[in-house]
T-cell receptor, first 118, second 113 residues
Framework: AQKVTQAQTEISVVEKEDVTLDCVYETRDTTYYLFWYKQPPSGELVFLIRRNSFDEQNEISGRYSWNFQKSTSSFNFTITASQVVDSAVYFCALSGNAGGTSYGKLTFGQGTILTVHP | EAQVTQNPRYLITVTGKKLTVTCSQNMNHEYMSWYRQDPGLGLRQIYYSMNVEVTDKGDVPEGYKVSRKEKRNFPLILESPSPNQTSLYFC????????????FGSGTRLTVV
């Protein structure tokens, strides 16, 4: 079975601070995909990034960066110079081929509530 | 516009009164799935469907039914809702569910009293 753990339930920072959201995953699949989603107060799920298991290159997109380390089964997300608009719930998720099927299953972590204070 | 449409957005109902939450996608995706979101538990999969007439249980299927008679529609049925089914529900679709490309609906906030 696959599992995603986000150990930080809530994080509170002041604007312009950097913040890292941790994500640790478990899977037996050799091919899998990792995702981060943002859920703002309005409730919808906003896709941020997808990473496949064969690509350990870190990625940067503006103030967002992601660090994927297969050796520690982690896929951490860092927001640089946080802003109030970054306040949201952030979910890490894993999609594997669930025992050899051609269809995957998306498993979510528990979510981290990020609050950025002015 | 490519989208997943869920209805209704909000619903308050009473225990035992059957209800259906509709989900429709316009992307010709084969894979569709229902999730419920509860505080501290993240999103948990209720049911999924790999194609028309092909459905299977997710992690928390008790108390729910689904059907996939057409590729675009994947309704979630609560035959006898109970208060523990009060939750935020999301429908999602994807070309095949593995590589992502998931599109989520806007969510349905259900309250069962």
């Amino acid at each position: 079975a696959q599992k995603v753990t986000q150990a930080q339930t809530e994080i509170s920072v002041v604007e312009k601070e950097d913040v890292t959201l941790d994500c640790v995953y478990e899977t037996r699949d050799t091919t899998y995909y990792l995702f981060w989603y943002k859920q703002p107060p309005s409730g919808e799920l906003v896709f941020l990034i997808r990473r496949n298991s064969f690509d350990e290159q870190n990625e940067i997109s503006g103030r967002y960066s992601w660090n994927f380390q297969k050796s520690t089964s982690s896929f951490n997300f860092t927001i640089t110079a946080s802003q109030v608009v970054d306040s949201a719930v952030y979910f890490c998720a894993l999609s594997g081929n669930a025992g050899g099927t051609s269809y995957g299953k998306l498993t979510f972590g528990q979510g981290t509530i990020l609050t950025v204070h002015p | 516009e490519a989208q997943v449409t869920q209805n209704p957005r909000y619903l308050i109902t009473v225990t035992g009164k059957k209800l259906t939450v509709t989900c429709s996608q316009n992307m010709n995706h084969e894979y569709m799935s229902w999730y419920r979101q509860d505080p501290g538990l993240g999103l948990r999969q209720i049911y999924y469907s790999m194609n028309v007439e092909v459905t299977d249980k997710g992690d928390v299927p008790e108390g729910y039914k689904v059907s996939r008679k057409e590729k675009r529609n994947f309704p979630l049925i609560l035959e006898s809702p109970s208060p523990n089914q009060t939750s935020l529900y999301f429908c999602a679709s994807s070309p095949n569910g593995l590589r992502g490309g998931y599109t989520f609906g806007s969510g349905t906030r259900l309250t069962v009293v």
